[in-house]
């Protein structure tokens, strides 16, 4: 899988465009962190947030604040797994999304 990972990087422009998202949004982050960003309305849709327990990136004390921002949030923690879930129990990824869509009666 590494090897996969590291193939996809190395095609021209990829690494480049990936970095090109954080310079992009770079302003944006900082308004936020400084308490400067506007404040929007909630997201009404419904949204399921599945947060990884052990994310060494995103702890989930993160998501304290999730229902500020999706007025319709089915959250719960996807335990056990780190910063990349679906890859590290996709089957449970997948019941958790497909479950999701059948509460909402998406077909």
């Known amino acids: 899988m590494l090897e996969a990972f590291v193939d996809n990087f190395l095609k021209d422009g990829n690494l480049a465009g990936g970095f090109a998202y954080y310079r992009g949004a770079h302003a944006g982050r900082i308004r936020m962190l400084k308490g400067e ?52 129990d996709p089957d449970r990824a997948a019941s958790e999304i497909a479950a999701f869509f059948q509460r909402i009666g998406w077909k």
Do not use: Q
């Open 37 to 88: 960003a506007p404040t929007l309305a909630p997201i009404d849709l419904p949204t399921c947030v599945r947060w990884a327990e052990h994310d060494p990136l995103f702890p989930y004390a993160w998501t304290d604040r999730l229902g500020e921002t999706f007025s319709n949030l089915d959250l719960a923690m996807f335990e056990g797994v780190g910063h990349f879930a679906h890859r590290e």
